[in-house]
């Protein structure tokens, strides 16, 4: 890895950079002994035939309603690609919506070139790169799409002589403009939906857009900055990845890979909090060099204002938004909400970590129909997902007692509270998604490759347990649990997993994956997941696209649609060689779903020049709804 230079590295690999496993000899150890375990397969799929939790077994119905050929999936999966290219099955249609560069107003019509990409003086006036997270709403009869620009490549950004890194202010200024949120209108033509330029309502939120800390850090001294001595005002929302609406129809924006922003130009300053965080040495865009306010060495205070979920008004462009630190701060995935059956308001958020944690944020106050909800996200209880091995689990509060910390630490330093309440280690916890037509979450664990290999950055040991079964993962799982008594507010619940993804081809043991998994619909590394409102589970893969070794015969990486009631997995969607799939909407008719295609290889879509990270619209050529 030191002969790589850090923007090359994946944020997984960053993550590991910054805490770098043992050695590699024991690592493989490690893989071979797991692989070599034979009876532990029985002993995982057992979650699905011996002890059924949600009324039937899992996975046995799920061999039954294959051999009834009882798929409700209204179109034939498709195969495989390893083309630089879009795939959706016969009978469907895909079309870009918008691409990296795009102009989101007439003045940055022709902006992006082939060649040079986006001057800095027009960055912050077109589409960001790499689409992540989405969510779409009608404002005033109008359709609007949130969308977020995860992270940069700043080597398709830059001047090449750059080799990736800014050597100016300027490029600083460029790179932190591609990123953020955007707001844009949209509108169905005669060549379907495209972007309405110069809606009032499209919004570009980027490093720089002031934002409030809201809820109980504000004005807390562990947020005070040199430029915000009171602690209340904060510049941008960083690497925002996954997202959610709230029930009052605003959009969540989730802060992940904030650490890798800053740095540290001259001495560090001290704290157990850096180092479980991944915060320390050289940022990745060397931000540090050019603004005092990514220095750790000069604002120890900074890093503690991002990693949040924020949330954004977009039927207001000069609404502030808003931080919403009552929620937590960690390398937050998505924020999925629900109304739980007590009234009460309940968000499911991953960390997505090698070994971190699943949390729930619980409001003290109810919400009804109609009512604005903000300040429920300003009031209210934090708990760590526990996973017993029977298949219970329950909320473990995160409180002065339970932690041993203030109720301030307990919001900044949010794994360190996980670790000390006991909660379970998962494997990378991505995307929540809650069916709309019973009470059930689904989490994606994506893979972890340090599963019963070296703890998490905390110490906290990482051996195998229930929802996390495989040593050294690298296929990843889906755990889904069922709230006691329907009520997502509750403390306990019972689990199973959905779906443990495999290569069946390539193994016959515990990695051939669950039995819902096989050689027409294996995936790898699950991640983006969404309900549509038909009550299916689209899943989206983040994983190795090379199709060799483990990963043979899996291609580029896809979008999959799956039954939760039989298990049933069919693959509805391939992106180009390089992509992976981020983000998922519906338009308001539900006959169009919107994806993301973020970091794709080649020259794709324009087939020349720079590859350019794409919101893709999809529809059924019978015009009828598909989700
Ligand atoms: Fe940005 Fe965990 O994906
Ligand atoms: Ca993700
Ligand atoms: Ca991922």
């Known amino acids: 890895m030191a002969d790589k230079s850090l923007i090359d590295l994946s944020w997984d690999d960053f993550d590991e950079h910054r805490d770098p496993r043992p050695d590699a000899n024991q690592f493989d150890a490690v893989v071979e002994r797991a692989i070599s375990r ?42 495989t690609a390893t083309d630089f290219a879009v795939h959706v099955p016969e009978g469907y249609k895909s079309q870009v919506l918008v691409r990296w560069g795009d102009a989101l107003w007439s003045e940055a019509d022709g902006a992006y070139s082939a060649e040079s990409g986006v001057p800095v003086e027009m ?46 202010a300027d490029e600083v200024r460029l790179l932190k403009n591609m990123q953020g949120v955007t707001v844009m209108e949209i509108a169905r033509g005669d060549n379907g939906y495209h972007v309405v330029k110069d809606s009032p309502l499209n919004r570009r939120i980027t490093h720089e857009t002031e934002m409030n800390i809201a809820g109980p850090l504000a004005g807390h001294d562990l947020v005070k900055t040199s430029a915000d001595p009171e602690g209340r005002t904060v510049k941008g929302t960083m690497n925002n990845c996954g997202a959610g609406k709230t029930l009052w129809n605003t959009y969540l924006t989730c802060e992940e890979n904030f650490n890798g922003y800053f740095g540290a130009t001259g001495e560090m300053p001290e704290g157990e909090g850096y180092k479980r965080y991944g915060i320390g040495g050289e940022g990745r865009y060397a931000y540090e060099k050019f603004d005092p306010r990514y220095d750790l060495s000069k604002e120890p205070n900074e890093p503690h204002r991002h990693g949040f979920v924020t949330e954004i008004n977009p039927a207001d462009p000069t609404s502030m938004p808003q931080k919403r630190s009552a929620l937590g701060r960690f390398k937050h995935e998505n924020a ?9 308001v309940v968000v499911y958020m991953g960390d997505d970590e090698r070994g971190e944690y699943l949390y729930k944020y619980v409001s003290n106050g109810t919400w009804a129909e109609g009512q604005d909800g903000g300040d429920l996200l300003n009031d209210g209880a934090l708990f760590v997902a526990k996973f017993n091995d029977d298949q219970t689990g329950e909320w473990l509060p995160l409180t002065p007692e339970t932690t041993g910390m203030d109720a301030a630490e307990i919001l900044v330093f949010t794994r360190m509270a996980a670790s000390a309440a006991g909660g379970t280690t998962m494997d990378r916890p991505e995307w929540v998604a809650c069916n709309p037509l019973k009470a059930e979450g689904y989490c994606a664990l994506t893979n972890n490759k340090n599963r019963g290999v070296k703890p998490n950055a905390g110490g906290d040991d990482t051996s195998v347990n229930g929802p996390n079964p495989r040593e050294a993962n690298r296929y990843g799982q889906i755990v889904r649990w069922a709230p006691e008594a329907g009520n997502h507010a509750a403390d306990a619940f019972t689990w199973d997993l959905y779906v443990m993804a495999g290569n069946p081809t390539v193994h016959d043991d515990a990695y051939a994956g669950s039995s819902n998994v096989n050689a027409g619909n294996m995936f790898n590394s699950p991640d983006g997941m969404a309900f549509s409102s038909d009550g299916m589970l689209w899943i989206q893969t983040d994983g190795d696209y090379k199709n060799e070794g483990d990963f043979a015969g899996m291609g580029n990486n896809q979008m999959l649609i799956g039954d939760p009631e039989t298990g049933e997995i069919a693959r509805f969607m391939t992106v180009p060689y390089g992509a992976e799939v981020t983000g998922l909407c519906w338009s308001a008719d539900k006959k169009v779903a919107f994806a993301g295609v973020q970091h794709p290889g080649g020259s794709w879509p324009d087939g020349n020049g720079k590859p350019r990270s794409s919101v893709v619209a999809i529809w059924r050529e019978d015009g009828a709804e598909i989700g």
């Open 38 to 79: 034979r009876g532990f397969l029985g002993g995982a799929l057992a979650f699905g035939s011996g002890a059924a939790v949600f009324g039937t077994g899992l996975m046995s119905s799920t061999t039954a309603s294959r051999a009834e050929g009882a798929s409700k999936f209204a179109f034939a999966p498709i195969d």
């Open 123 to 168: 960055s912050d006036k077109v589409f960001g790169e790499n689409t992540d997270g989405m969510e779409l709403f009608v404002i005033d009869g109008k359709e609007v799409i949130t969308v977020n620009s995860e992270y940069v490549n700043p080597k398709i950004n830059l001047p090449e002589a750059s080799e990736g890194m800014p050597q100016t």
């Open 336 to 344: 999925e909400m629900v109304h739980a059956a007590d009234g009460r």
